[in-house]
């Protein structure tokens, strides 16, 4: 076994001390990089109340044709303290020659979503194709996302969620800030 790792490339253009370029297919998502900070609120019939998170997201990429997810979220009080963590994902978002979006995002609770939508301008719009379970995981047969740029500072963010026998219907609500 070698006692070193070989040296690659970070990304065709670059050392690991430099940005990736960006891939030309990126363009139609490019207002989405960085990291995105927020709170919001949630909702479902099958909670007994409905409640105050804070949020963070971030879309990265290294120079091909797709993104880096991840966000994560707590729970917080009335004061914005927190109480504890809530739901964290990561996952890929795969931009298409014309603007649609192969994504992939997974969750530790046991939950994988195929999503397909599209991005453009400002607006980013994401249905399940496919949710995959593990055999303990919560049920849940769909989802919807959009993330809308708004006076060219605020990320919104929408997810509608179809679990446990309820229609699809809306979840969570939050407005993000561009961190740093």
Not at 106 to 135: C, K, R
Request: hydrophobic letters at 35%; zero cysteines.
């Amino acid at each position: 076994m070698p006692d070193h790792v070989p040296s690659y490339p970070y990304s065709e253009a670059t050392s690991p001390d430099q940005a990736p370029r960006t891939h030309e297919l990126l363009k139609p998502a490019l207002w989405l990089l960085g990291t995105w900070r927020g709170r919001g609120r949630g909702t479902y019939p099958t909670l007994a109340e409905d409640f105050t998170y804070a949020q963070e997201v971030t879309f990265s990429h290294d120079g091909r044709p797709f993104l880096r997810y991840e966000a994560r979220s707590w729970l917080i009080d009335g004061q914005d303290g927190p109480l504890r963590p809530a739901a964290r994902e990561s996952g890929w978002w795969r931009v298409q020659p014309d603007g649609r979006v192969e994504a992939l995002i997974t969750q530790p609770t046991g939950i994988t979503e195929i999503m397909v939508g599209s991005v453009g301008e400002g607006l980013a719009e994401l249905a399940s194709h496919t949710v995959a379970l593990t055999p303990t995981a919560k049920d849940v047969t769909a989802t919807r996302r959009r993330y809308t740029l708004t006076e060219g500072a605020t990320l919104d963010f929408v997810h509608d969620l179809a679990a446990v026998g309820q229609p699809l219907q809306h979840h969570l609500g939050a407005q993000l800030n561009r961190a740093g």
